[in-house]
């Protein structure tokens, strides 16, 4: 099993979707499809798209999409999808592009828009607000409002106006540019996992505050369960070799537990942003890094660990607690118990600060990715078709409904002996590696709400549900329960803008300095002291001009 967030965000960056009708006149061609010309919002073509549920006669339509798992005998131009799609939707593929990889996509797209060439016409974006503003300024896509207002779902208007702030990046001279995907919210936000088994034989209670957790860290270290020398132990396992504001490993939660959250910009007092690692409080969290540094809570190699390899202390059973997401009992926490017979692992809310300070990052308004419309395409409603089907039939299906167990039987579900199934175990094949335009369709608060009724011993009720019991771990419920215990702590990183011009220029060595002057001052190497005087060098050396900028961006698509 793989995490919802990474493996969509993988899907997401490296699709490319495009949606065009292709031939001439008005005669219906060999296949079956029709010929047009471009639609214009509420035509009559789209209108009796809409009332239908499909296009009749068939549009066809470009993509781009990666090289993925066919089986059964699928394959790039002919699978379970694509015919799925003509016949239920009325819409079929044509000339299709294939890179090899993300990076190849990216060069293509960015290759396009400078040479003029003309680009498809849907695009998916990944969450990149750099390539984002390049494909709005490149002049080929429309604003999306009178699109969105006529067609979007109820799903996706209710989530939107509920989350204004998924527009900030889509939006330039008060227009909107991008269709929003949706995504699970909540499903990256940090908890602190720990070595249950370890809690469980010192008689351990739940740590409210770092002072308990640092009384933890060192029973953990001096009196380890498992018979280990001090040594061999280091109970913090976290990254330090990029950033430090990170899905695995990091620390948003200890610069949180002193009222800020490092990497990102944060709201001050009076309503502007602030980059949150000049805030005072980043201060007194190095300070607390270098004392546990000092006593060997943190192992030395860790500025050399990306978020991966912090892991990987843990599951080798040399380390009692890892911060990460809810959905950790899927990845890494099987090795854990494959590498060390006996134990056991359990979510913890994070804890607060000498003053009671608490906070974590929250950086997903329930939004994945975009779409993007080509100012040519002949259907620019199509893509709101499209979607919305699958929001209003998969998202959440209903029982009785023909995905009640998944997609397609004999992929993502099956019948074994004589049950519905969709444990990837039992099936042959398996296989939900479906090229879904705007990748599978999430109800943004669904899967949260669902992991906090099962871990209640709720019984699952609807299909969703009862998915999520079969395909996530108890641990896993628990773990949901634990994120929306804290809902209220999260800090939301109001920068989601591509880099300002200030940025452009100074960004990478204000970064630099950043990391290299927080590792010697976590190394011992730096007094904190020295903290003082990289905020003051951040200020002068462009952090001031920067500041600025942000909040004037942030004004202008927020209107605040």
């Avoid at 209670?205 to 280990?228: H, Q, R, S, V, Y």
């Avoid at 019984?459 to 419920?477: G, L, V």
């Avoid at 730096?526 to 200020?539: E, S």
Wanted: proline content about 6%.
């Amino acid at each position: 099993m793989i995490k919802f967030k990474t493996w969509w965000s993988l899907l997401m960056v490296i699709a490319l979707i495009t949606i065009t009708a292709c031939g001439s006149g008005d005669t219906a061609s060999d296949n079956g499809t029709k010929d047009d010309t471009p639609a214009t919002v509420g035509s009559a073509e789209a209108e009796a798209a809409f009332a239908k549920g499909k296009y009749d006669p068939p549009i066809e339509f470009s993509s781009v999409l990666m090289p993925k798992k066919y089986v059964q005998g699928d394959t790039k131009e002919n699978n379970v999808h694509d015919r799925w799609m003509l016949e239920t939707l009325g819409m079929k593929h044509k000339d299709t592009w294939y890179p090899a990889n993300d990076d190849q996509y990216r060069q293509k797209l960015q290759l396009a828009i400078a040479s003029g060439e003309k680009l498809p016409d849907f695009v998916s974006v990944p969450t990149n607000a750099v390539l984002t503003n390049q494909l709005i300024d490149s002049g080929q896509f429309i604003a999306i409002d009178e699109l969105f207002d006529k067609y979007a779902s109820q799903t996706l208007k209710d989530h939107a106006a509920a989350h204004p702030e998924l527009w900030y990046p889509f939006t330039k001279d008060g227009k909107k540019y991008n269709m929003p995907i949706m995504e699970y919210t909540d499903n990256d936000d940090t908890l602190l996992w720990l070595r249950e088994d370890w809690m469980e034989k010192l008689n351990l209670e739940a740590p409210k505050t770092i002072a308990d957790l640092e009384n933890i860290m060192d029973k953990f270290k001096n009196e380890n369960p498992d018979g280990l020398s001090p040594d061999k132990v280091f109970p913090l396992a976290i990254s330090l070799k990029n950033n430090t504001n990170t899905w695995m490993g990091g620390l948003d939660w200890l610069f949180g537990a002193y009222g800020t959250i490092e990497e990102q910009w944060n709201k001050d007092a009076n309503g502007n942003l602030e980059y949150g690692s000049v805030n005072p409080g980043a201060k007194q969290a190095l300070a607390k890094l270098a004392e546990w540094m000092d006593k060997g809570y943190i192992h030395t190699d860790s500025a050399l660990w990306d978020e991966g390899k912090s892991a990987e202390s843990w599951t080798a059973g040399k380390a009692g607690i890892l911060p990460g997401a809810n959905w950790v009992p899927d990845w890494p926490a099987p090795d854990l118990l494959k590498n060390v017979p006996g134990s056991k692992y359990k979510a913890y809310p994070v804890p607060a600060g000498p003053d009671g300070k608490i906070g974590t990052k929250w950086q997903n308004s329930g939004v994945n990715a975009s779409i993007m419309i080509n100012k040519d395409a002949k259907h620019p409603e199509a893509i709101f078709l499209y979607y919305n089907y699958l929001l209003d039939n998969l998202a959440n299906p209903t029982a009785g409904s023909e995905y009640e167990y998944g997609f397609a039987k004999g992929y993502d579900w099956d019948i074994i002996d004589g049950q519905p199934t969709s444990d990837k175990e039992k099936i042959k094949d398996f296989s939900n590696e479906f090229p879904f335009l705007t990748g599978p369709a999430r109800i943004p608060d669904l899967y949260m709400k669902t992991l906090v009724k099962l871990a209640n011993g709720e019984k699952p009720e609807t299909p969703y549900e009862k998915q999520m019991a079969e395909f996530r771990k108890p641990e896993n419920w628990y773990a949901g329960k634990v994120v929306m215990s804290q809902i209220d702590i999260r800090k939301q990183n109001y920068f989601t803008g591509a880099a300002t011009p200030t940025m452009v220029s100074k960004w990478n060595l204000l970064r630099q300095s950043e990391m290299e002057t927080f590792n010697k001052i976590i190394y011992g190497q730096l007094p904190v002291d020295a903290f003082d005087q990289f905020v003051a060098n951040w200020k002068s050396n462009g952090g001031d001009q920067i500041t600025q900028e942000v909040n004037d961006w942030f004004k202008s698509v927020s209107g605040k």
